[in-house]
């Protein structure tokens, strides 16, 4: 069992920034990768990004690319999603997700290769 739970979420202006972070607890965070997914109402789940089990690779979705960055400290069985130049429609609940079927380099962008979620934090950009 894992589980899994992100904070940092709020309010902010758009062309603000925000980190969100995931802490995992229940097997070590370097047995799996992780991956960041949002919600906005009335949409489904979208990818955002994900990071492998070491940190060495990671990807993301083309609406966030040059603007989030996901990172993770393994030690502290963290992830983090740094979010900069924020727009309105980044608004939505973050989900951060953990795949523990993933080899030390593997990542996904399908909600379906991951096993266990948080249960979200919301982001909300003002215009």
């Known amino acids: 069992q894992v589980q899994l739970v992100e904070s940092g979420g709020g309010l902010v202006q758009a062309g603000g920034s925000l980190r969100v972070s995931c802490v995992a607890s229940?097997?070590?965070?370097?047995?799996?990768?992780m991956g960041w997914f949002r919600q906005a109402p009335g949409k489904e789940r979208e990818f955002v990004a994900a990071?492998?089990?070491?940190?060495?690779?990671?990807r993301y979705a083309d609406s966030v690319k040059g603007r989030v960055t996901i990172s993770r400290d393994n030690a502290k069985n963290t992830v983090f999603l740094q979010m900069n130049s924020l727009k309105p429609e980044d608004t939505a609940v973050y989900y951060c997700?953990?795949?523990?079927?993933?080899?030390?380099?593997?990542?996904?962008?399908?909600?379906?290769?991951?096993?266990?979620w948080g249960q979200g934090t919301q982001v909300t950009v003002s215009s």
């Open positions: 990071i492998s089990r070491n940190g060495a690779s990671t």
């Open positions: 229940g097997r070590t965070a370097s047995a799996y990768a």
């Open positions: 997700a953990a795949d523990l079927r993933s080899t030390l380099f593997s990542i996904s962008s399908n909600h379906g290769s991951y096993d266990y």
